[in-house]
């Protein structure tokens, strides 16, 4: 079955950094997504794009944070700034017209 | 705003139990409902769903039914396996914009035990 795919599993990093967490998302998808989860919490949304743009994001999703599809396969989320409150499970997901999401394992992003 | 309230976990079974991991959740308009599971090291993987009320949905042994009059979205499988191990998350959408955007509970995580 196709896979979404995420590097790396785990990244560590001080605050104040900029970090970029990179989706490899299947290969005839159109929509992107980026999800996280705090330990402990929900997981929640925080951004979709569609077309070479952002189609929604949510209230997390500031201006810290930005996505791009650099080369017409990656999919990718920076944040400019990290804070400690930044350390959570990223999730990158992926759906074609059907509307089945894939996910990937995701990336524990940890903010010292 | 729309929300999903899983049971918090662990859920420790032995083999062979009967398993209930309840959700429950609130919504403004007629939601789908799924379940996802992860096992470990895995991403997020749809289980089953169910986009109306009193629809069934059941993938592996698991089922649940959409339950409009109690706002519920229950899982249950019968009898549990070891591999059945992970953690378990229910989720909503708005089936009035893409279905593939979710509302996530928390996540149950299930051990059993041989």
């Known amino acids: 079955e196709p896979e979404v795919t995420q590097t790396p599993s785990h990244q560590v990093t001080q605050m104040g950094q900029e970090v970029i967490l990179r989706c490899v998302p299947i290969?005839?998808?159109?929509?992107f997504y980026w999800y996280r989860q705090i330990l402990g919490q929900k997981v929640e949304f925080l951004v979709s794009f569609y077309n070479n743009e952002i189609s929604e994001k949510s209230e997390i999703f500031d201006d810290q944070f930005s996505v791009e599809r650099p080369d017409g396969s990656n999919f990718t989320l920076k944040i400019r700034s990290t804070k400690l409150e930044d350390s959570a499970m990223y999730f990158c997901?992926?759906?074609?017209?059907?509307?089945?999401?894939?996910f990937g394992s995701g990336t524990q992003l940890s903010v010292l | 705003g729309d929300s999903v309230t899983q049971m918090e976990g662990p859920v420790t079974l032995s083999e062979e139990a009967f398993l209930t991991i309840n959700c429950t959740y609130t919504a403004t308009g007629y939601p789908s409902l799924f379940w996802y599971v992860q096992y470990p090291g895995e991403g997020l993987q749809l289980l089953l769903k169910?986009?109306?009320?009193?629809d069934k949905g059941s993938n592996k042994g698991f089922e649940a039914t959409y339950r409009k009059e109690t706002t519920s979205f229950h899982l249950e499988k019968g009898s549990v396996q070891v591999s059945d191990s992970a953690v378990y998350f229910c989720?909503?959408?708005?089936?009035?914009?893409?279905?593939?955007?979710?509302?996530f509970g928390t996540g149950t995580r299930l051990q059993v035990f041989p």
């Open positions: 169910a986009t109306k009320a009193d």
């Open positions: 290969s005839n998808h159109l929509y």
């Open positions: 997901a992926s759906s074609g017209v059907d509307e089945k999401l894939f």
């Open positions: 989720a909503l959408s708005d089936q009035s914009v893409r279905t593939d955007k979710l509302i």
